[in-house]
C-alpha cells in the first residue's frame, strides 16, 4: 500500500524564534478504506482548536480536494494561516497503520529538520504573514515537468 | 469574563476545578495557539459545552504539569516541543471530554450518540484516528452518514444552549 502526502504548515507567531511557517501536518490520500466522501485526509500535531480541523474537514469535502489541488485548506477569512507545501511525497507500507506511522515520522522529521534550521540561524529579522501558496505540482501543459523524478520518493528503512 | 459557576458544577467538583485551575488552562491554551487562542472561544460558551471544552485542557494539563511543574513558565516554542512528546495526555483529554459529552447529550436530549459520530461532529478526522489508534480503549467506531448528523445537530444544540445548563430533558430545542 503507497499514499501520496504533501506538507502542510502553520504559521506561527510570537513565539521567538519559534516564528513563521513551521511544519504542522500532512496531508495524504485517502487510503484509509473509511471516510469515502474525501480523497485526502489530514495528520497534523493536535495543539489547533476543533475548529481548525471542522474547517478544514468541510473543505475537503465540499471541494473535493484531492493529493494535486491547488486549492487552499483555509479560506481567506481564515484567522490561522496554513499553506501545503507543492512537493508531493510518498509512502509505502504493509497496512494503512503503518502509512500512518510513516506519515507521522515524515512529519516530525520534517519538524526537527526545521527548528535546527532555525536553531542555527542568527536572529532573524520578523516577517509578516505572507499570502499562502497552492501550488500543487506544474504540468507539462503549463510549462512544467511531469517526470515522475519529482515525486520524492520515501522508503521505510 | 468566564468564572468557575458558568461551567456543570458536577464536572467542577469531581475534578477539582478551581478558580485558579481556570487560570492555568487559558495561560496553557494560550502557550499553545497563541493570544487569541480559539480553544478559549469554545470555553467561553460555557455551561455544558464549554465545561467539555474545559474539561479537556484541564485533564490534559494536570497530566503535563505532573511530568514536567515549569510548563507554564516555557515559551512557546518549548511548550509546544513539550505538548507534542507527551500526545498521550491529549489523548486522555479527548477521552473525557467525549465520554462527558456523550453522557450529557444522553441525560439532556434523551440521545444516544456514539463517540466516533461525537469526535467526528466536533473535532472532525484527525483526532478521530487519534483515539481509534490510542492504546486507551474505548469503544470508538465510525459513525454512518445519519449517525454523524445527528451528532452534529444535537452537539450544536449543546452549544447554541451557552451557559444555560438545563436539568434533563430540558434542553431540547
Redesign the interface.
Known sequence: MRARYRLIEKF???????QGWFPW?VLYENVSG??AD?KV??????????????H??RRIVELEIDIESQIELVDESY??RFRVSPTIHWVEGEDY?AI?QRLWDALFDA?RGR?SEKEEQPAAPVYAPQPTYHVARETAENGGNDDPELVTKRLDN | MIALSDFDPVVVERYGIAEETLAKVVRYVQLLQGENAPTLRDIAVGGYYGTSALLHEAVELEMLLGREPGLLQFDRAAAIRFFRANLDAHVRALTEEYVYLQATIERLFGEQVGLGALVMANADQPDFEFLVESPIHVPIFKPTASELACADTLVKQMRALGREMPQCGQGIV
Open positions: 506561527y507567531q510570537g513565539g521567538g524564534w519559534f501536518g473509511m471516510f474525501r485526509l489530514i495528520r497534523s500535531f493536535p495543539d489547533d482548536d476543533r475548529q481548525t480541523a471542522r478544514m474537514g484567522p490561522i497503520r500512518r519538524m527548528e
